[in-house]
């Protein structure tokens, strides 16, 4: 079945970098739009940046300048880069696909994924 998987997070520095990645596996038709959450610690979880089947991008007010969204199509994956980190932007990142694809054993449909997450720490 169809999976999302998110890596690149960690620990780093304010001032600092990470490009974070999602990886989708299983048997996918095609992959529709994909988008970034952050969940901050007792917040709500929040859309950072989205990005269309065809390369557009669209960004919160919070990512704009400092957040960029990009997709690799063939490798089935969507990146986030998160440049000058700040304290503020510490957080569960998610990773969320609309794709078409196996949903159960030879059943195949259209749906949401969420990948499980991947931690991100800015130390001040």
């Known amino acids: 079945q169809v999976q999302l998987v998110e890596s690149g997070g960690g620990l780093v520095q304010a001032g600092g970098s990470l490009r974070l990645s999602c990886a989708a596996s299983?048997?996918?038709?095609?992959?529709?739009?994909m988008e970034w959450y952050r969940q901050a610690p007792a917040k709500e979880r929040e859309l950072l940046a989205a990005?269309?089947?065809?390369?557009?991008?669209i960004y919160a007010e919070s990512a704009k300048g400092r957040f960029t969204i990009s997709r690799d199509n063939f490798k089935k994956m969507v990146f986030l880069q998160v440049n000058s980190l700040k304290p503020d932007d510490t957080g569960v990142y998610y990773c969320?696909?609309?794709?078409?694809?196996?949903?159960?054993?030879?059943?195949?449909?259209?749906?949401?994924?969420w990948g499980q997450g991947t931690q991100v720490t800015v130390s001040s």
């Open positions: 990005i269309t089947g065809d390369g557009r991008t």
């Open positions: 969320k696909a609309d794709i078409f694809g196996e949903i159960s054993r030879n059943t195949f449909g259209r749906r949401d994924y």
């Open positions: 299983g048997k996918i038709n095609s992959m529709y739009d």
